[in-house]
């Protein structure tokens, strides 16, 4: 039985496809088969990855508590302890669940919520890792316009001349919207972003290409490529969906359930 991770860039729709594939599996395999991150759409008393039970599955499993609390000390070091904490017990309640009868497993974002490196992946208990990963891929005008657009309690403030820099680099990734719609979503950009607010002549210099873009230190971003490598050689499985612009949702959702299906079928 698969446990199943969806993966993908920041604004690449995870969070909005993950609740409605794994309706979609409910409906399909049944209601009791199949285990699911998030799970707000389902009762407490279903719950299975509340606070209490990630760290009492942690108490339970010292030899992956430190395994967690090593790949957190592995160089580069790409996040907290708590991070892989919560990572490995992401995975290990996943696996679970279908030790205890689900067919399938399905999260959103496990081991690949981290900007992975490939000095990470061999350090991973194999237990812990996807069966089948689904990434999500959109173009780079998608991804940029809906990080701009979506509804983050937190973001990330630009301050002196980086809110330029920022700001031409959204400019470049939008290059293929039409010009009214790039300028659109720059002064929004600006608003969200910026702090304080490029002044007018700022941001027209922004949008008439007079700002360069300085090259950006390299930095392995999520799902980086060498990564997913990694992975599908220690078994993972990979599928891709498009969900760029023009790609309905539902043709995604419903892609994404008969990849499923038809690896829940190899799988027998």
């Known amino acids: ?21 794994a309706r979609r599996l409910r409906d399909a395999l049944g209601e009791d088969q199949v285990a699911a991150l998030p799970e707000k759409d389902q009762p407490r008393q279903r719950r299975h ?7 009492l599955w942690l108490a339970r499993h010292p030899n992956h508590l430190l395994a967690a609390w090593r790949l957190s000390r592995r160089q580069p070091v790409i996040a907290r ?34 900007s992975l ?22 173009d780079p005008a998608t991804l940029e316009q809906r990080r701009i657009l979506r509804a983050k309690a937190k973001l990330a403030r630009l301050h002196g001349e980086e809110r330029l820099h920022g700001a031409a680099r959204s400019r470049d990734r939008l290059a293929a919207l039409p010009p009214e719609r790039r300028g659109e979503l720059l002064a929004q950009f600006n608003t969200k972003f910026c702090e304080p607010p ?6 027209a210099d922004v949008l008439a290409g007079r700002v360069v873009v300085p090259p950006e230190p ?6 980086d490529p060498a990564t997913c490598t990694a992975l599908e050689a220690r078994g993972v499985v ?31």
């Not at 992401?90 to 689900?102: E, F, Q, S, V």
């Not at 490029?198 to 941001?203: D, G, K, M, S, V």
């Not at 969906?241 to 690896?263: C, K, P, R, T």
């Open 198 to 203: 490029l002044n007018e002549a700022e941001l």
């Open 117 to 138: 490196t490939t000095s990470h992946v061999p350090h991973i208990p194999g237990e812990l890792l996807p069966d089948l990963v689904l990434q999500l891929v959109a």
């Open 49 to 55: 990855w509340r606070h209490f039970q990630r760290r």
């Open 238 to 268: 990979w599928r891709r969906i498009d969900n760029s612009e023009g790609h309905s949702l539902e043709d995604v959702v419903e892609a994404a359930l008969q990849m499923v299906l038809a690896h829940l079928q190899s799988s027998r």
């Open 218 to 223: 390299p930095r392995v971003s999520r799902c």
């Open 81 to 114: 302890a708590r991070a892989w904490f919560d990572l490995v017990s992401t995975l290990g309640i996943g696996r679970r669940c279908l030790d205890r009868g689900a067919r399938v497993a399905l999260v959103d974002q496990g081991v690949l919520r981290l």
């Open 1 to 21: 039985m698969p446990l199943i991770e969806l993966a993908g860039a920041s604004g690449v729709g995870k969070t909005t496809v993950a609740p409605l594939l």
